[in-house]
């Protein structure tokens, strides 16, 4: 899912950004989530600092933030704010979700929702705004690790495989706050998108680095098509993707 490239909290919209698509019949409006829009600052940075904890334990993560001299206390910051870029430039095309309780929020886009440019562009800007929350010792040793890594980094994969008009659905990040874990939450945070699929014939798609996370997606029927690895690096991208249930 979601890749620490080099993120941001930044709360604003983007200057120049397209306006989103408000077609209303294409926006997933899913039983037992919420939709959070970009003026709701304080809920998103509350779901970004919840999902940055999350992500500190994401193999991804901890392997681009394996460096020398950088605190467990810093290396939360950073990714707290990879998961806030995301949502700075994702929020205005109705990406971010979470549950009613709290208890877990997810970064996912319908493909059709996204402007012009898709989500590569998304991902550039969301890049742009973390680096500017880095300091510039931080910048110089994580920038080119994270383009070490970029063989097991890929987000675009599923352009590779859709058909160039195909909608379909992409999780960017997912996250269930630490002390609801064993609670149900990710189930009831997962499985509204996986029956919105299902009722629009879409498949999902996504990627991880574990096998205990391959195994828990491939009981929601995720099925591993591709291994992308980057030399050097003790990591494995899994490309997983569910096709639609009838």
Known sequence: MQRGS???GSHARIEGEPKPNRDKGSIMNLPGLETLRPEQTDELDALAQMVGTCFLEEMWHVTWLDVPGMSDERKLAVTQAAIRSDYAVTAPYQCVYAL??????????LRSELPEGGWERLEEKSALL???TLTP??????????EAMDLASSTSWPLERARADED???FISAGVDPARRGTGAFRRLFTPFLDEADR?????????YTDRLEQIYGHFGFETVERRGAPGFNLVERCMVRAPRP
């Open 6 to 8: 080099t993120g941001t």
């Open 100 to 109: 009613a309780d709290r208890a877990g929020a997810a970064n996912v886009y």
């Open 130 to 132: 973390m680096a500017a």
């Open 137 to 146: 010792e931080e910048g110089a040793v994580l920038g080119p690790r994270a």
């Open 168 to 170: 379909f659905i992409y």
């Open 200 to 208: 629009r014939g879409l498949r999902c798609y996504l990627d991880c």
